[in-house]
């Protein structure tokens, strides 16, 4: 939950209330300025809405360290049907797709019951997870997990523990969780079949360094669709200087291609802009595909040749996975729509 801003301090100390209500936190509250980043609201305002609960007696405070705990009012049955969306940082930071397919799946889950909460934890996503996991999940016993870009760490984790997790994207190789996620494999061979039928036969794909599942997934079809075409993949630094510099070591190479696949949009913007900069004319000397869409790629010219996921599709597959009471191993897969583009032509 997010306050809005009408007595800014009032409505975030309602929202705090909520959660201790729903027993989020055990003996104590997280720091002021954690509290900040995941209310979106600033510091002062967070210390102002603890004050205000330190004022009822619901937290006690200690010196040098967080807020504690004084007693936690709970609700029956709070924690049956509720779902939990793991994220890395704040939603506002996302793009707007992903945005959109969070606040529609919050609709659909809280119109038929559910509660739904976001938890926002960094450490969850780094390379020994354990220690947050163990935390997270102790003070939500039988919520419903959401697992948002995860790590193959996390993945591991909730499936050695047994606890009810759905990915919201791929899962990494060995792991069995349930899963919505767009066709990446597909949808990276139906890319390499439009190359390869226009005559391209020098390809590359362009994508970061993060080891996301669906990134392999996106590899594998795209190599499947190239149909014996040279494919050179190629990872980067997940910032604008990566890109570049992949780019630009691509077209000094002694045989540079004639066709780049590019996973991510922020990406696609950041590879075009430098090459029209370069002189490149696209479509021309370079073809240019990318795989996913956000609306801000229809304001570009050249506009990208691309493909469109469905967020409300996502978010449908999404909520009907958690609210079902069994859901071991099952796989949902959307499939995007094509956009044609102008980036795209013959070799």
């Known amino acids: 939950m997010i306050p809005q ?4 301090i009032d409505q975030t100390a309602t929202v705090l ?6 027993g989020e936190w055990h003996s104590s509250l997280p720091g002021e300025i954690q509290l900040a980043s995941e209310l979106q609201v600033g510091r002062n305002t967070v210390r102002s809405a603890l004050a205000i609960l330190e004022s009822e007696g619901r937290l006690s405070r200690r010196n040098g360290r ?3 705990i004084n007693g936690q009012p709970s609700k029956t049955g709070s924690n049956k049907r509720r779902v939990i969306l793991l994220l890395s940082r704040p939603v506002g930071e996302f793009t707007p797709s992903t945005i959109l397919w969070i606040a529609e799946t919050q609709n659909r889950l809280e119109s038929i019951g559910w509660q739904f909460q976001l938890s926002i934890e960094p450490a969850a996503y780094r390379n020994r997870p354990s220690a947050c996991l163990n935390f997270l999940t102790a003070g939500a016993p039988g919520a419903v997990w959401i697992l948002h870009r995860s790590t193959v760490a996390m993945q591991r984790w909730f499936q050695d523990q047994g606890l009810r997790a759905v990915l919201a994207g791929s899962r ?12 990446l494999r597909a949808v990276s061979r139906h890319a390499a079949g439009q190359f390869v039928a226009y005559g391209h036969r020098n390809l590359a ?4 360094d993060d080891a996301f599942a669906g990134d392999s997934e996106s590899v594998a079809g795209f190599q499947e669709g190239a149909r014996g075409a040279l494919v050179r993949d190629i990872q980067f630094p997940n910032e604008p200087r990566g890109v570049i510099r ?5 077209l000094q190479s002694s045989k540079p291609p004639t066709g780049l696949y590019i996973l991510h949009p922020e990406h ?9 900069c370069q002189g490149i004319a696209l479509p021309g000397r370079l073809s240019v595909i990318c795989r996913d869409d956000e609306p801000y790629l229809a304001l570009l010219t050249p506009e990208p040749t691309r493909y469109r996921r469905n967020p409300q599709a996502m978010a449908s597959k999404l909520a009907s996975l958690v609210a079902r009471p069994t859901f071991s191993g099952k796989s949902i ?3 995007p729509i094509s956009v044609p583009g102008e980036t795209l032509s013959r070799k």
């Open 5 to 8: 801003r009408v007595s800014i």
């Open 17 to 22: 209330r909520e959660r201790l209500d729903c």
């Open 66 to 68: 967080r807020r504690a």
């Open 172 to 183: 990494h190789i060995g792991i069995t969780l349930p899963q919505v996620d767009s066709d």
């Open 205 to 208: 794909i362009l994508r970061p």
């Open 246 to 250: 992949a780019v630009g070591q691509l």
């Open 268 to 276: 696609c913007v950041t590879a075009i802009s430098y090459l029209l």
């Open 333 to 335: 897969r959307i499939m």
